[in-house]
């Protein structure tokens, strides 16, 4: 309710609607709606939008998830998911969106990230920009219900879709065998190196799974680290993607490292990557990833220590 | 080192204290190096145990843990901290050169374009690694160090192509302006194209000094030294040049070949630096400035003098750089321009006042 609340939608009855607008307005036969977005400005809808532009890839995959696909016009070059939004076109990146295209596809809404400096710009062209940053698990949860809200699909369907992705997180966890809980887990998302901190989204998603992040809340989600805390915390298992696990064994003290020497490395493809690092409906699958991942290291060191009796 | 005259020379002593001073700096820093880890600041006497510890290997009863302490101690602080003087003292000295070399206190390392070609090279091969698997083979080995410094040299020699030599300075200044402007932008093109390496290219311009291992210390040792002895052997060009062109060429200095020992010499130590840390900024500009605030004295002892000041600047940096958020870590650049430019500008201040 809390969400509700948050996300501040007022449908206003249709003759009340017509009340106020008094003379001015024509009578529209929909409802025209509300939604308070992530600048928390109001957007108004006079009936739900049928071309929908998407700057994001995470609110894309929102927008499909929700069965609502065949609404988009136009999506960012990053959104690669569904398969099917390959053949839409696309209209720049979503820190530099190609303002132009958004205008020429004539979108009734255009659904764009808070980081992105073009919501003013698109707006003052007259479209309807809903500004929208998931960044947590409970973002992921809102902004299906935003977006449901935004294009007039019933919330019950967000909540069906939510209860979905939570129960498969929840199956990913489950999966784990008793003997990988508590995993010690150094996820880098990038080699500076930058690690993912326990409140960030992938950290939550270790979380759930009952592993241990190395890296504590009290360092925020996505911390740069000394090279040498990793090497001291010495963790189980080492989560990496393909673009950053390059001469990662060849850091100076990391070749003794216990995941490097017992090769318990995951090392995602690209597209992995792109399904652990986006906040949204993909979650599930993420979850899935990390726990196939930690149980096939976790399960392998445990046979190689029967084998070789105690270590 | 003392002029002939058999009076006594104060430039020539006051560079000696500065000299002994910046000495000793920068075996405390090295030490305190040691101590300065993912933990805070550790007791001396724990370090220098774990550093036996590496060296005769744990004693009994020591265990994992102590192995790990002696591990990080002797593979990862060690080489870091030397690491930091090293690349220190390159930018250090080629800063100095090329403030001598181009007649203008603005000069600093990064004035050919080394540093956007370096930028370059490691966007290039950041964006290449993972997505096909032919390149990830070679890159993978020569790796973003073999990348930037590539990188730093051929923007280097494209900028001599461009100003015909090094004859002329004004022209050689554009050169490396121009240079610097369009690789920087393909850089930000590239970087444009595949935002997943974003962070990683900013990290890179912010420089670090986090992975440099025995291996990178070897090299920039390597390059330092011969740098250092070429630089000092001909810094008579330099003296002559900051009397103008004409005086120098009037004293008999074969102009044209010293000034391409130089230039070399510039290129070769920037681009060691860069390819080991990043783009560590200031410094280059900064220590030949500190020097010459102190001590006002021939260019074969502010060759030195920059160097040896480049390198506590850069060492004192890294050292705050690891324990001021242990076990987060600043990026080194900022603290370097932080410092070295708080400093210089309270000294500015002071001269004014």
């Known amino acids: 309710m809390n969400i509700a609340r948050r996300t501040g939608l007022r449908i206003r009855q249709g003759l009340r609607a017509l009340g106020l607008c008094g003379l001015v307005c024509v009578p529209v036969a929909a409802q025209a709606y509300e939604v308070v977005d992530d600048r928390g400005r109001t957007v108004t809808l006079a009936a739900p939008p049928q071309r929908v532009v998407s700057l994001l890839p995470s609110l894309s995959e929102t927008v499909c998830e929700l069965g609502q696909c065949h609404r988009l016009v136009g999506v960012d070059r990053y959104s690669n998911h569904p398969a099917a939004l390959a053949k839409l076109p696309q209209m720049g990146g979503g820190l530099d969106p190609s303002v132009e295209a958004v205008v020429a596809a004539r979108p009734d809404l255009v659904l764009i990230s808070a980081s992105a400096r073009a919501a003013d710009r698109l707006e003052a062209l007259g479209l309807k920009v809903v500004v929208l940053e ?107 993607g393909a673009r950053n696990f390059a001469g990662m064994t060849d ?26 690092v986006r906040p949204g409906p993909r979650m599930a699958e993420a979850a899935r990833l990390m726990a196939g991942c930690i149980a096939g290291k976790t399960a392998a060191v445990g046979a190689a220590a029967r084998q070789g009796g105690a270590v | 080192m003392a002029t002939a005259a ?23 820093l090295a030490l305190l190096g040691l ?12 370090v220098l145990s774990a550093l036996g510890d590496a060296v005769v290997g744990p004693r009994g009863d020591a265990g994992a843990d102590a192995a790990i302490s002696a591990q990080i101690v002797w593979d990862i602080r060690a080489p870091r901290t030397l690491g930091a003087f090293l690349a220190g003292a390159l930018l250090g000295l080629a800063g100095a050169v090329a403030q001598g070399l181009f007649r203008n206190p603005l000069a600093d390392p990064f004035l050919l374009g080394s540093a956007s070609g370096a930028t370059l090279g490691v966007a290039a091969a950041l964006s290449l690694l993972g997505v096909s698997p032919m390149a990830t083979g070679w890159v993978v080995r020569a790796g973003l160090t ?30 490396g302006v121009v240079v610097g ?39 920039m040792a390597g390059v330092w030294l011969p740098c250092l002895a070429v630089g ?104 370097t321009a932080v410092l070295g430019g708080g400093y210089l500008l309270w000294l500015m201040h002071r001269r004014v006042g």
Request: hydrophobic share 55%; net charge positive.
């Open chain 2, 232 to 335: 000092l052997a001909f810094s008579r060009v330099l003296d002559g040049l900051s009397l103008g062109e004409a005086t120098a060429a009037s004293l008999g200095l074969p102009l044209g070949a010293l000034r391409v020992a130089l230039v070399a010499v510039l290129a070769l130590a920037t681009g060691t630096a860069v390819a080991q840390t990043g783009l560590i900024a200031f410094v280059g500009l900064a220590a030949p400035h500190l020097v010459r605030s102190a001590v006002k004295t021939t260019h074969a002892r502010l060759l030195a003098l920059s160097s040896l000041m480049g390198g506590v600047l850069l060492l004192l940096a890294d050292t705050l750089a690891r324990g001021v958020m242990a076990p987060q870590e600043l990026p080194v650049g900022v603290l």
């Open chain 2, 146 to 175: 073999g990348a930037a410094f590539v990188g730093a040299v051929l923007a280097v020699l494209l900028t001599l192509l461009l100003a015909k030599g090094v004859q002329h300075t004004l022209r050689l200044l554009l050169a």
């Open chain 1, 134 to 240: 998931p960044k947590t698990h409970a973002d992921v949860r809102r902004v299906l219900r935003t977006v449901a809200l935004t294009l007039g699909v019933p919330v019950a369907e967000a909540d069906r879709v939510w209860r979905h992705i939570d129960a498969a997180v929840s199956a990913a966890a489950q999966s784990l065998p008793a003997s990988a809980q508590g995993t010690r887990v150094y996820f880098e998302v990038n080699r500076a190196p930058y690690g993912a901190g326990a409140s960030s989204f992938i950290g939550e998603t270790l979380t759930r799974l009952g592993v241990k992040n190395i890296l504590g809340p009290e360092l925020g989600p996505f911390p740069k680290l000394n090279p040498e805390f990793v090497v001291r915390a010495n963790p189980d298992v080492i989560m990496v």
């Open chain 2, 35 to 46: 101590a300065v880890g993912s933990t805070g600041v550790e007791p001396v006497s724990q």
């Open chain 2, 6 to 28: 058999g009076r006594p020379d104060t430039g020539a002593r006051r560079a000696m204290w500065l000299g002994m001073a910046l000495v000793l700096a920068a075996c405390g």
């Open chain 1, 251 to 276: 850091r100076p003290g990391w070749k003794g490292l216990r995941a490097i020497r017992d090769n318990r490395l995951c090392v995602f493809s690209l597209d992995e990557s792109d399904v652990l």
């Open chain 2, 181 to 219: 402007v369009v690789l920087g932008a393909l850089s930000s093109l590239v970087t444009l194209l595949s935002p997943d390496i974003l962070q990683a290219m900013q990290s890179f311009m912010l420089g670090s000094t986090g992975f440099v291992g025995w291996a990178a210390v070897g090299i």
